[in-house]
C-alpha cells in the first residue's frame, strides 16, 4: 500500500513542474472564452470512478470461449494534457491506479455428512495504467464542451488473487490465498479434514490454466463532456491487446481483459 502512495505521489512531482513551465511559456488567446477553455485543458487533473471489467479466454484448439465473471471496482487518478493543436487537439498521459473485485458466497454440503460449510471468497486486482492518448475537443457552448478520446494505456498489474476462506467449527477457520501471477498458494488452517477448500477450488475450475502475465497493453475510446471549465466526465471501453497467459499455455489458450470505466474528473 505503502508503495502505491509514493508512485503517486511521484507522478505528482513529475506532472507539477510541467505544469508550472506551461504556464509561464504560455501566451493566452485574446478571446476570453477560448483562453478560458485553454486553460481548463492546461491544468493537471484528478480523476475518480467506477470500473467494470470481465476477461475472456479462448481455446485455440476448439474456438471455445469462456467469459469471467465481472468483476466491479473503481479508478482514481492523475491526468495532464499536452496541447498539439490550440483548442482543439490534445496529448493526454498520467497515472491511474485500479482496484477490482469479485465476491463469491457459497453454502457447500460435505459429502457422506450432514454438514455444511459456508464459503466466502474474494478475487482482488490492483492495477497501475498509464494512458497514452489523443483527446479532441469540440466546444459547444461557453461553459460546456465534448471531448473525444483514442490511444492505449500501458497496464501494469501489482497484484491478483483469489482469497477463500470457510469456517469448518468454532474456532477452527480455513482459508487459501492463490496468487495469479506466480501460481504459489498458501493455506492456512486444516486441509485434510471433512472438507478440503484448496481442493474444492481446484474441482471449481477456480485455479486458471497457467500462470497469469502482469502486462497488457489496453487499446480503447471514449466520449466525455466538460463544465465550467474544471469538471470533466467520461465513459469509455479498452481492451487487452495481449495474451494474460505466460509460457507454453500461452501456446493453447489466450486470455484478454475487457473494461468499461465510468469517471470524473476535477481539472485545477
Known sequence: MKLRFLTI???LMVLAPLE????????????PHIGDRYTFFRGI?????????????LDKATDDRISSDLMNGFTIGLTKDFALLPHALYFQTGLNYIYQNDSRNENIKIPLTDMSVRIVGDREEHHLGI????????????????????????????SSKYLYKTRLSEGMVTSVDYNLYNGKV??????????????????????????????????????GAHFFHILEVRLGYD????????NDVADMYSMHRGQFTLSAGIRF
Open 239 to 246: 481492451y487487452g491487446l495481449l495474451n494474460r497467459y505466460r
Open 20 to 31: 508550472v513551465g506551461a504556464q509561464r511559456g504560455h501566451i493566452r488567446p485574446s478571446h
Open 9 to 11: 505521489i511521484a507522478a
Open 131 to 158: 494512458p497514452l492518448r489523443l483527446k479532441y475537443d469540440v466546444h459547444i457552448l461557453d461553459n460546456i464542451g465534448l471531448t473525444f478520446d483514442a490511444g492505449p494505456t500501458l497496464l501494469m498489474g501489482l
Open 45 to 57: 487533473g484528478v480523476t475518480f470512478g467506477y470500473v467494470n471489467s470481465q476477461y475472456y479466454t
Open 186 to 223: 498458501k493455506s492456512n488452517g486444516n486441509q485434510s479434514g471433512d472438507f478440503n477448500l484448496e481442493q474444492w477450488m481446484d474441482d471449481k475450475g477456480m485455479y486458471p490454466k497457467g500462470r497469469l502475465g502482469r502486462f497488457d497493453v489496453m487499446l480503447g475510446a471514449s466520449v
